[in-house]
């Protein structure tokens, strides 16, 4: 009889633990049926109406249901997964009170974007410096990221601004995160974790942000790209007219360069010269592949020829005088088509030409 009474007393003890974990199975095998056939799988959005709260015992319940539903590979272990680490996350994020798991207090974030990037509207009365010196950035840091040549800013007007130093970057197609990293100042892995990329990667048009990032001077909104400046004359620039006499205006001349060009008045005087010498930048070398002497020592009768400039420049050589310098003819040398010039050349800038000899 004693025996009987003792198992019967270890019998009440452990009573309740296992009403637990039949009521537990249960909730777990519910939960397990397949949605369309049961609707009865454990939903979070109830959690939307203010009006329930959770206690943290509930969440307790919830891990230990998302466990077991995994150790018996019950179909709805995803599900019960994700339901505990939701909840979890709210309880993560303080949204708790008197022991009770409360609702989320959701924030618009439409406005908000990779890397602590947001869009900031310009209100009356701001200048950039104000905004800047209020996020911690530079005016040079805004005006890069919204491409912007000055500093000037209207009420109304929307910035991308970022939540610590840096630039705001749009990808282009083009782009690697290798390119980005090494031409805006960053490295592969801070862009990626700073951007959440680890996973996504970047596409074209995605704003990405690069942190104490700079932008190279000609990628700079604010950048003047230098206007080219062409000798269009001789090389060097150093060789300078004397004696310069106007011989009017050349019609008719024929021939097969282009009429009032340079090139048409050399051929004039030279028909001894191939007709296929381009532009008077390469004659100095096509008339040395046909055959005829080229040097840097002037003759009469010679073509003087520089390459300096578009298309180059040739003249023809009319006298060398006892002190170096040269008497030449030319077209075109004031950017007049068929004016001829007679003028005289210095010693100084002789060298700075070829000379196309007679064969």
């Given at each position: 009889?004693?025996?009987?009474?003792?198992?019967?007393t270890?019998?009440?003890?452990?009573?309740?633990?296992?009403i637990?974990?039949?009521?537990?199975?249960?909730?777990v095998?519910?939960?397990?049926?397949?949605?369309?056939?049961?609707?009865?799988?454990?939903?979070?959005?109830?959690?939307?109406?203010?009006?329930?709260?959770?206690?943290?015992?509930?969440?307790?319940?919830?891990?230990?249901?998302?466990?077991?539903?995994?150790?018996?590979?019950?179909?709805?272990?995803?599900?019960?997964?994700?339901?505990?680490v939701?909840?979890?996350?709210?309880?993560?994020?303080?949204?708790?009170?008197?022991?009770?798991?409360?609702?989320?207090?959701?924030?618009?974030?439409?406005?908000?974007?990779?890397?602590?990037?947001?869009?900031?509207?310009?209100?009356?009365?701001?200048?950039?410096?104000?905004?800047?010196a209020?996020?911690?950035?530079?005016?040079?840091?805004?005006?890069?990221?919204?491409?912007?040549?000055?500093?000037?800013?209207?009420?109304?007007?929307?910035?991308?601004?970022?939540?610590?130093?840096?630039?705001?970057?749009?990808?282009?197609?083009?782009?690697?995160?290798?390119?980005?990293?090494?031409?805006?100042?960053?490295?592969?892995?801070?862009?990626?974790?700073l951007?959440?990329?680890?996973?996504?990667?970047?596409?074209?048009?995605m704003r990405?942000f690069?942190?104490?990032g700079?932008?190279?001077?000609?990628?700079?909104?604010?950048?003047?790209?230098?206007?080219?400046?062409?000798?269009?004359?001789?090389?060097?620039?150093?060789?300078?007219?004397?004696?310069?006499?106007?011989?009017?205006?050349?019609?008719?001349?024929?021939?097969?360069?282009?009429?009032?060009?340079?090139?048409?008045?050399?051929?004039?005087?030279?028909?001894?010269?191939?007709?296929?010498?381009?532009?008077?930048?390469?004659?100095?070398?096509?008339?040395?592949?046909?055959?005829?002497?080229?040097?840097?020592?002037?003759?009469?009768?010679?073509?003087?020829?520089?390459t300096?400039?578009?298309?180059?420049?040739?003249g023809?050589?009319?006298?060398?005088?006892?002190?170096?310098?040269?008497?030449?003819t030319?077209?075109?040398?004031?950017?007049?088509?068929?004016?001829?010039?007679?003028?005289?050349i210095?010693?100084?800038?002789?060298?700075?030409f070829?000379?196309?000899?007679?064969?």
């Open positions: 009889m004693t025996k009987k009474k003792h198992d019967f270890i019998l009440k003890k452990i009573a309740p633990y296992i637990a974990s039949v009521a537990v199975l249960g909730v095998f519910v939960g397990s049926l397949d949605k369309k056939k049961s609707g009865t799988l454990l939903n979070l959005d109830v959690f939307t109406d203010t009006s329930i709260a959770i206690t943290t015992d509930q969440l307790s319940e919830l891990y230990i249901v998302a466990n077991l539903a995994d150790i018996l590979d019950f179909a709805s272990s995803d599900d019960t997964a994700s339901n505990y939701i909840a979890n996350v709210m309880l993560d994020v303080g949204q708790i009170s008197s022991g009770h798991l409360e609702k989320n207090i959701v924030t618009d974030t439409s406005s908000l974007s990779r890397g602590g990037i947001f869009e900031y509207t310009v209100q009356e009365g701001e200048i950039m410096k104000d905004i800047a209020r996020y911690g950035l530079t005016t040079d840091q805004i005006r890069w990221s919204n491409n912007l040549k000055t500093t000037a800013v209207s009420a109304g007007t929307k910035l991308y601004l970022s939540k610590q130093p840096g630039i705001v970057y749009v990808v282009k197609a083009s782009d690697t995160l290798e390119s980005i990293a090494k031409t805006y100042g960053s490295t592969v892995k801070e862009i990626q974790s951007n959440d990329l680890e996973l996504t990667g970047i596409s074209a048009g990405i690069i942190k104490n700079t932008l190279p001077v000609r990628e700079r909104p604010e950048y003047v790209a230098p206007t080219p400046s062409y000798n269009y004359s001789y090389l060097g620039d150093t060789s300078t007219r004397k004696n310069v006499q106007n011989l009017g205006y050349k019609y008719g001349l024929g021939g097969p360069y282009v009429a009032g060009q340079c090139t048409q008045w050399a051929w004039y005087n030279r028909k001894d010269l191939p007709s296929n010498l381009g532009n008077a930048n390469s004659w100095a070398r096509r008339a040395a592949a046909a055959g005829f002497p080229v040097d840097h020592h002037p003759r009469a009768g010679d073509v003087f020829q520089t300096a400039g578009w298309y180059g420049h040739v023809y050589v009319e006298s060398v005088n006892s002190d170096g310098s040269i008497v030449v030319e077209m075109n040398y004031y950017y007049r088509s068929f004016l001829v010039i007679r003028a005289t210095p010693a100084s800038a002789v060298k700075n070829n000379y196309i000899h007679k064969k």
